[in-house]
């Protein structure tokens, strides 16, 4: 099984930057797909960027490209995004999530362990 945490959301006004951090334990990560997802009040969770960790591979939203950056650090068994230049259409709970496909996911069907999410709230 496959635990996934993440950490680091909270209050920042617009403009302004936030990381969050997703840590897995349970088992290695080396060959599976991560992916961040974000799912706001009403609204359907949706893809934000991916990453498969036996390459350097990404792929991001278009709402955010340019303005996040998703990384890892396997040897932590962490995952980041970075969040710069946020705006209030970000607001939104955001949930790490990994798979064994060697392909990115980019819908939620295609991954089969999630975190609990971290909420991120930006402010006009």
């Known amino acids: 099984q496959v635990q996934l945490v993440e950490s680091g959301g909270g209050l920042v006004q617009a403009g302004g930057s936030l990381r969050l951090s997703c840590v897995a334990s349970g088992r290695t990560l080396s060959s599976y797909t991560m992916g961040w997802f974000r799912q706001a009040p009403g609204k359907a969770r949706e893809f934000v960027a991916g990453?498969?960790?036996?390459?350097?591979?990404?792929a991001y939203a278009d709402s955010v490209k340019g303005r996040f950056t998703i990384s890892r650090d396997n040897a932590k068994n962490t995952v980041y995004l970075q969040m710069n230049s946020l705006k209030p259409e970000d607001t939104a709970v955001y949930y790490c999530?990994?798979?064994?496909?060697?392909?990115?996911?980019?819908?939620?069907?295609?991954?089969?362990?999630w975190g609990q999410g971290t909420q991120v709230t930006v402010s006009s």
């Open positions: 990453i498969s960790w036996r390459g350097a591979n990404t």
């Open positions: 999530a990994a798979d064994l496909r060697l392909r990115i996911g980019v819908t939620p069907d295609e991954y089969h362990y």
